[in-house]
């Protein structure tokens, strides 16, 4: 089991950047795909992004991709979100993930750790 701690999120305006950090412990981080994912309230959570176990392959849900950057750093067991060009509607709170897998994979069954979720609120 990975321990998973997210930090980060906050409050700002429409166009702002944010820069979400999960830190990973308790399991080899480095073999892993890794995935963030959010829950704007009132709906259901929904998939991000994942980046494969050495960072070389990333996905994107259509509403993030050109705004959004997955990358992590395997010496500091940690996975970012960099999220520009916020809109209101990436309202939501953000969970960091673990993958069983190294291969990236937008299936939240696919993920067997969770942190417990940063809030980021983008105001119009």
């Known amino acids: 089991q990975v321990q998973l701690v997210e930090s980060g999120g906050g409050l700002v305006q429409a166009g702002d950047s944010l820069r979400l950090s999960c830190a990973a412990s308790?399991?080899?981080?480095?073999?892993?795909?890794m995935g963030w994912f959010r829950q704007a309230p009132g709906k259901e959570r929904e998939f991000v992004s994942a980046i494969s176990w050495g960072g070389g392959s990333t996905i994107y849900a259509e509403p993030v991709k050109g705004r959004f950057t997955i990358s992590r750093d395997n010496a500091k067991n940690t996975v970012y979100l960099q999220m520009n060009s916020l809109k209101p509607e990436d309202t939501a709170v953000y969970y960091c993930?673990?993958?069983?897998?190294?291969?990236?994979?937008?299936?939240?069954?696919?993920?067997?750790?969770w942190g417990q979720g940063t809030q980021v609120t983008v105001s119009s």
């Open positions: 308790g399991r080899t981080f480095s073999g892993y795909a």
């Open positions: 993930a673990a993958s069983r897998w190294g291969a990236v994979s937008e299936k939240d069954s696919d993920f067997g750790s």
